[in-house]
Nanobody
Framework: QVQLVESGGGLVQAGGSLRLSCAAS????????MAWFRQAPGKERALVTA????????YYAESVKGRFTISRDNAKNTVYLQMNSLKPEDTAVYYC?????????????????WGQGTQVTVSS
């Protein structure tokens, strides 16, 4: 049974930091591209950042470049999202996603596995 369990969300003031974690099980994590998406109220789910299986390549949405960092620990089957200099517009539900195969994938439909989401709220 595939599981992606996110943790680390919460309420933070603008300019603050949060670190999200996503623990994976039930599939070969070390062979899978991973990503973080976010969905704000009334908006579509959008890719924030992605990372290949061996961490060789990463992608960041323009809106988070220089502030967010994705990383992974294949020994722990965990992917992380370090979020610094948070802004109110970063407020959303953040989802961890696994592609099931290596590569960088941009679309929601490219990802076979999803977490339940964790709320991040940034106050001004």
């Amino acid at each position: 049974q595939v599981q992606l369990v996110e943790s680390g969300g919460g309420l933070v003031q603008a300019g603050g930091s949060l670190r999200l974690s996503c623990a994976a099980s039930g599939f070969t994590f070390s062979n899978s591209g991973m990503a973080w998406f976010r969905q704000a109220p009334g908006k579509e789910r959008a890719l924030v950042t992605a990372i290949t299986s061996a961490s060789r390549t990463t992608y960041y949405a323009e809106s988070v470049k220089g502030r967010f960092t994705i990383s992974r620990d294949n020994a722990k089957n965990t992917v992380y999202l370090q979020m610094n200099s948070l802004k109110p517009e970063d407020t959303a539900v953040y989802y961890c996603a696994g592609a099931g195969s290596n590569g960088l994938w941009a679309r929601v439909s490219d990802y076979a596995y999803w977490g339940q989401g964790t709320q991040v709220t940034v106050s001004s």
